[in-house]
């Protein structure tokens, strides 16, 4: 069956707007705001991060307003839509010292807009055996 041109729009629309949104989550100047960082994180956020600690929202947002970041590359993005509010997203990332990670986050849109309510980081094995 095919899709309509309308769906496949309003898909093209979607991943673009996540792909500003986890954009944002990595950006320098977005990362430093709690602010910004408050807005972007739903209530009951979780991530288990790539260094294998879990961290909730409250700890998210005190350590990214506190952290000296560089910038970061995003690669092989992809959306899966779970429900009509619930979307997968699922990328690369690349940071300034060629460290790799694949990365999952679960954002769900609400009457605020979308909020990411779960992340998850896996550091990503070079050619050696050991993580990137």
Known sequence: MRASLGVLRNKAGRREELFDLESALVDPAVRQSRERLEALLH?????????????????????MSQEVSGEVIIRDFE??????????????SIGQSGDEA?????????????????????RIANNWGGVS
Do not use: A, C, N
């Open 102 to 122: 694949r990365r999952s986050s679960l954002w769900v849109k609400g009457d605020d807009g979308w909020r990411i309510h779960f992340h998850q980081g896996t």
């Open 43 to 63: 209530p009951e956020f979780i991530e288990l991060g790539s260094s294998g600690r879990v961290y909730d929202r409250q700890m998210i947002v005190e350590t």
């Open 79 to 92: 959306i899966r839509t779970i429900s009509e509010d619930t979307v997968l997203v699922t990328y690369r």
